[in-house]
């Protein structure tokens, strides 16, 4: 019985060929382990897969009046890859920043020294009306009726300070679908 073989080939996007796929009834007989990085994924493909497409990356906007804690938390997301980001230490600044820069995610203190984090929350809201804005709550107050206030004003997450690193980069990559909850 002679071996039945197909080949593939795809263009890569620097403009060169590449054979994809060799496929015989020998090659069934290897273990997924032998199979080469394109065979999974053309088998992955023709399984009803799609390839991840690459997103942009996650614009932050940190409002904090707290200088030191706002530069803080911009290092750390930095760390963590989240590279396009904005401070600002009033509310008014962050919606001068907000207009222009157009964030994906606002960190928000919700006890800022020259406006509400609510009136800014709610403006921010108002000037992202093309795209989704999400919305997370900062503070290190306790205060239980915050979290309340925080949630029908729109906040996904209510956190106190301080925030850990890694729970703070991966809210702001994936998102979440809790609401207004803290530790």
Partial sequence: MRDKVTARWKRLSDGTMNHADSRSTRS???????????????????????????????????????????????LMLH????????????????????????????????NLLDMSGYAVAQSLREQAQTHQLRLIALTSSREHAGRELARVAGFERYLLKPVSASEMSELVRTGSSRTATGP
């Fill in 28 to 74: 069934a007989q290897r273990s997924p382990s032998h199979q080469t990085e394109a065979q999974r994924l053309e088998a992955w493909e023709d399984g009803g897969g799609k390839a991840k497409l690459r997103c942009e990356p996650v614009r932050v906007l940190i409002v904090d009046n707290d200088m030191s804690s706002a530069d803080s938390l911009e």
């Fill in 79 to 110: 760390a963590f890859g989240h590279l396009q980001t904005r401070v600002a230490y009033s509310g008014h600044a962050a919606l001068v920043i907000g207009a222009e820069f157009r964030p994906d995610v606002a960190l928000l203190e919700i």
